[in-house]
């Protein structure tokens, strides 16, 4: 199967500029393209699954990806799909996140050198350029193809009339376009993907090398990662899921995916893994205990995906050990209290969720209390006031927030 077949059957592409050109340049193997990332965070998360995943389809297909990470356009903050204007960031933060972006997009895409020696991936940082642009000549030579009247009708701005649009904010489109330019002029890029909010900004790239160069050049855009239900997807009590280990574990990684709503277990298996297509079909239809397994190796195709496939074994044996005895595992996140953690030797349920990273406050622990949403060494807690003395502790108190959600807390 071509990879634009496979790309729009596994429900991976929103908006094209021009089907036939953008499936000519793709399934021939010949397009050099590329995704943006905007090092706001020191670790991709679960949002930036769908460019990745793409990024690597085409790539199988022989077509050559540059990841560009926005070093530049950080420095600006992208007003897509925000309400507010993001807060300024130093330029050291900002390296210092695309050092980790580089690392982890190094995992979805093969950035060896082929037998003649040509890579079969760029990564590129828009710093390299941006930062060094004249402002003057910046409005004479790029400025002046941008029309206000244009932009301001697009939906990346439209939801900031409320709140009010900063003129930084402002020049983020115009950065964006010209990274689009000079990868066309330098690397002979003509396609841009990305996430289907930054419709607008792709394609006033489009028009920009239009009218410098002349050239044609296209887009590709994604769907939003939602739920059946219309939420963004890596969502969790804890924020976003990230792709660090550090900040999710693999095992939180594995028991988010492992359990997804029933009605999302085959959309995900089509956009986020690499299971043939006729393999996942045989799966549609199945319901209920039949859908177990199939959650199961969506969470360890995901797993091993992120974070390697020894990780993803630990993983899956924990989930295993915890639903069939309710025992903790030893990779099971895990928090370790001391001393201070306690008061005349012991701590309250409240302040066991919140150190616990299960409760964002005493109030948010109060009400999961209250609803019946904690129970400890598989007993229900029914009282904000338990307490959980030092030698309890000592042995170890599995906690389990809801039907889901498994910590381990220790002295």
């Known amino acids: 199967m071509k990879v634009f077949d496979e790309l729009t059957k596994r429900g991976l592409i929103a908006?094209?500029?021009?089907?036939?050109?953008?499936?000519?340049?793709?399934?021939?193997?010949?397009?050099?393209f590329y995704i943006g990332f905007d090092p706001t965070a020191d670790s991709l998360h679960v949002g930036h699954f769908l460019p990745l995943i793409v990024m690597r389809h085409l790539q199988s297909a022989g077509n050559m990806p540059i990841a560009l990470v926005g070093g530049g356009t950080t420095m600006v903050g992208d007003p897509s799909g925000r309400s507010d204007m993001r807060g300024m960031m130093t330029f050291e933060q900002i390296d210092a996140n695309a050092q980790v972006f580089k690392r982890q997009i190094g995992r979805f895409i093969d950035f060896s050198e082929d037998a003649s020696g040509q890579p079969r991936a760029l990564m590129v940082n828009n710093a390299d350029w941006l930062m060094g642009l004249n402002y003057i000549e910046f409005l004479r030579d790029i400025g002046v193809h941008f029309s206000v009247n244009r932009m301001l009708s697009f939906e990346c701005f439209k939801n900031r009339y409320e709140n009010g649009l900063s003129f930084i904010e402002f020049n983020y489109m115009l950065m964006q376009s010209f990274d689009f330019y000079e990868l066309y002029r330098t690397k002979g890029c003509s396609l841009q993907v990305g996430g289907d909010d930054q419709w607008g900004n792709m394609l006033a790239g489009t028009e920009l090398i239009r009218r410098k160069l002349g050239r044609d050049a296209n887009v590709l855009t994604i769907p939003l990662l939602l739920t059946t239900d219309g939420v963004k997807m890596g969502k969790t009590q804890k924020g976003a899921l990230?792709?660090?280990?550090?900040?999710?574990?693999?095992?939180?990684?594995?028991?988010?995916?492992?359990?997804?709503?029933?009605?999302?277990?085959?959309?995900?298996?089509?956009?986020?893994?690499?299971?043939?297509?006729?393999?996942?079909?045989?799966?549609?239809?199945?319901?209920?205990?039949?859908?177990?397994?199939?959650?199961e190796r969506l969470a360890f195709e995901l797993t091993a995906l992120v974070h390697g496939e020894r990780a993803a074994d630990e993983a899956r044996a924990a989930s295993k050990t915890l639903f069939a005895t309710g025992a903790a595992a030893d990779n099971m996140p895990t928090t370790t209290l001391i001393d201070s953690d306690l008061t005349d030797g012991a701590v309250t349920a409240a302040d066991l969720l919140v150190k616990c990273g299960l409760a964002s406050s005493k109030g948010d622990a109060k009400r999961?209390?209250?609803q019946g949403g904690l129970t400890v060494n598989d007993k229900k807690i029914d009282s904000v006031a338990a307490v959980f003395t030092k030698e309890q502790l000592s042995d170890g108190l599995m906690l389990r927030k809801g039907k889901k959600t498994f910590h381990r807390a220790v002295m």
């Open 15 to 32: 908006q094209t500029t021009g089907e036939d050109a953008v499936r000519e340049l793709t399934d021939g193997g010949k397009a050099v």
């Open 242 to 295: 990230w792709l660090d280990a550090q900040k999710t574990t693999p095992f939180d990684f594995f028991q988010y995916f492992r359990n997804v709503h029933d009605d999302d277990v085959i959309p995900f298996m089509k956009r986020l893994t690499f299971v043939p297509l006729d393999e996942i079909a045989e799966l549609e239809g199945m319901g209920g205990a039949e859908l177990n397994p199939v959650k």
């Open 368 to 370: 999961t209390i209250e």
